[in-house]
């Protein structure tokens, strides 16, 4: 089975930060990615698929680049609505990442 | 409006069944794949299995295999996990989710059909004596 790894865990930002994410798989899954946000309470929300395609309503701030194995999530001037936890999935046997919460700094 | 409702959680014995259903609305559900996913308290999303637009294809984790079955029913709009031999572990909000694009959507990959763009409020299970 293909294992996903985000990193970092967590990561401590304020508004108006560029902050990335990463994402890496335990072996090649071309370009077969998905990046969700989820916020408490709340059912995730799809960002980003195949690895760099912005989903339709999702600002323009949030991208995604990588193919193979390695993969980035960047929000490029984070929000307040944006503190969150963002999770990885790969398409190929669908496992998630363990998740990255944003925290406010 | 795409939507998508969650029923049949609840609490259930170790050892026991259980059957969610997944009624959806607002699109032609024939022609998406859907997928369920869950998420144990304080934990993080693991995928449970996902289904073809004509229920001929059936996905599942390892860690369900054997034990629980994804069907649908397109006549009904309603998308199922039948769940058995339930464990503790399986204690979660269970989320049913929609695929992005249809089936027969020409020049795409597979990947298409699978990342899960409209999601349900989610229906709780717990697993205990």
């Known amino acids: 089975d293909i294992q996903m790894t985000q990193s970092p865990s967590s990561v401590s930002a304020s508004v108006g930060d560029r902050v990335t994410i990463t994402c890496r798989a335990s072996?090649?899954?071309?370009?077969?990615l998905a990046w969700y946000q989820q916020k408490p309470g709340k059912a995730p929300k799809l960002l980003i698929y195949a690895a760099s395609s912005l989903q339709s309503g999702v600002p323009s701030r949030f991208s995604g680049s990588g193919s193979g194995t390695d993969f980035t999530l960047t929000i490029s001037s984070l929000q307040p609505e944006d503190f969150a936890t963002y999770y990885c999935q790969q398409a190929n046997s669908f496992s998630f990442g363990q998740g990255t919460k944003v925290e406010i700094k | 409006e795409v939507q998508l409702l969650e029923s049949g959680g609840g609490l259930v014995q170790p050892g026991g069944s259980l059957r969610l259903s997944c009624a959806a609305s607002g699109f032609t559900f024939s022609s998406y794949a859907m997928s369920w996913v869950r998420q144990a308290p304080g934990k993080g999303l693991e995928w449970v299995s996902a289904?073809?637009?004509?229920?001929?294809?059936?996905y599942y984790a390892d860690s369900v295999k054997g034990r629980f079955t994804i069907s649908r029913d397109n006549s009904k709009n309603t998308l199922y996990l039948q769940m058995n031999s339930l464990r503790a572990e399986d204690t979660a909000v269970y989320y049913c989710?929609?695929?992005?694009?249809?089936?027969?959507?020409?020049?795409?990959?597979?990947?298409?059909?699978?990342?899960?763009?409209?999601w349900g409020k989610g229906t709780t299970v717990t697993v205990s004596s």
């Open positions: 289904i073809s637009g004509s229920g001929g294809s059936t």
């Open positions: 989710a929609k695929g992005l694009l249809p089936v027969d959507t020409a020049m795409v990959t597979f990947d298409y059909y699978y990342y899960m763009d409209v």
């Open positions: 072996q090649g899954i071309s370009s077969w």
